[in-house]
């Protein structure tokens, strides 16, 4: 087995390799190799802010064909008033059965990082996530927890999470709201990369906002058709004085509501591993967690 920089001809093995190995992988579909070849080149996650990598390398793995990649390079993470480098591993992929590959691919990435001076590395930051793997906010999967577990034994340790949920074929029923506020919704369609809207939905309280619902179509991740049925929640946020009195359950039934009378026919939505009161909720709402995914850090000694 050799380690080798990236070049052009290894696109279809890798991207065949990605399919493989993400098969499994709750929201994940098959790529294109342009898609990949983009990705190589700096194309950012929808949550990246256009943050990019610099210094960064694709590194490959041949054992008489090719076997693994691993995306390695130096980001820039905000830290108060100033922006911090970071060793960053964008993407590491292997077969199931080939920890051999894995491990070295893991150790030129290392390596590469500490020719940089870098002192630390995180594993799939949420900035850096490929735009086609999974949905926004996602780190490494637990589907891929061959990868998972070669990091621990090599004294990574877990520092954020986040945890997805579906619901096929939601019913979402008809949104009421028995708290005694006088509340006024205000739904808003705009065109997104699916062939459905992206949908926002605010709640006001006399005039002042006090609550939004963010969903996209899983049209913004991925180019497949069987993607457009799928609408993900991005972000559901109620002003704290509003909180604990129903109007998150409100705000989220009418979202789903309304993208059920626009086409939608399946919900996905996600929280941080610890907000287990956020994960209580949505699994009572319909919800069921299909993913749970986790962010790595290592110390470069």
């Known amino acids: 087995m050799e380690i080798v920089e990236y070049q052009p001809d290894h696109l279809p093995e890798l991207t065949a390799l990605y399919n493989t190995l993400t098969k499994s992988v709750p929201h994940c579909y098959p790529i294109y190799p342009e898609e990949l070849a983009g990705a190589f080149a700096g194309q950012c ?88 793997y999974h949905f926004s906010h996602a780190y490494l999967s637990n589907h891929l927890e061959h990868i998972q577990a070669l990091l621990l034994c090599n004294g990574y340790q877990i520092c954020g999470g986040e945890v997805f949920l579906d619901w096929p074929d939601m019913n979402p029923g008809s949104p009421k709201y028995n708290s005694g506020l006088d509340i006024n919704l205000n739904t808003i369609h705009q065109p997104g990369k699916g062939r459905l809207p992206d949908l926002t939905v605010k709640a006001y309280h006399k005039g002042q906002e006090i ?68 994960l209580l909720f949505y699994a009572n709402c319909g919800y069921h967690a299909v993913d749970w995914t986790r962010q790595f850090t290592a110390t470069l000694k």
């Open 45 to 132: 996650s929808y949550e990246s802010s256009e943050n990019r990598l610099t210094r960064d390398t694709v590194y490959v793995a041949i054992d008489q064909a090719v076997i693994g990649f691993v995306h390695v390079g130096e980001g820039h993470l905000d830290k108060g008033d100033h922006s911090a480098a970071q060793g960053v591993i964008r993407f590491l992929a292997y077969p199931r059965g080939r920890r051999d590959v894995g491990q070295a691919l893991l150790t030129q990435a290392e390596a590469r990082l500490r020719s940089y001076n870098l002192t630390s590395v995180l594993v799939y930051p949420q900035a850096y996530r490929y735009p086609f």
């Open 211 to 278: 609550g939004e619902c963010i969903s996209t179509s899983a049209g913004t991740f991925s180019k497949r058709d069987v993607v457009e049925d799928w609408i993900f929640t991005q972000w559901l946020g109620i002003s704290e004085p509003f909180q604990g009195k129903g109007l998150g359950s409100y705000l989220l039934e009418s979202a789903l509501t309304e993208s059920c009378k626009v086409g939608y026919r399946h919900a996905a939505i996600s929280t941080a591993l610890a907000n287990h009161r956020a």
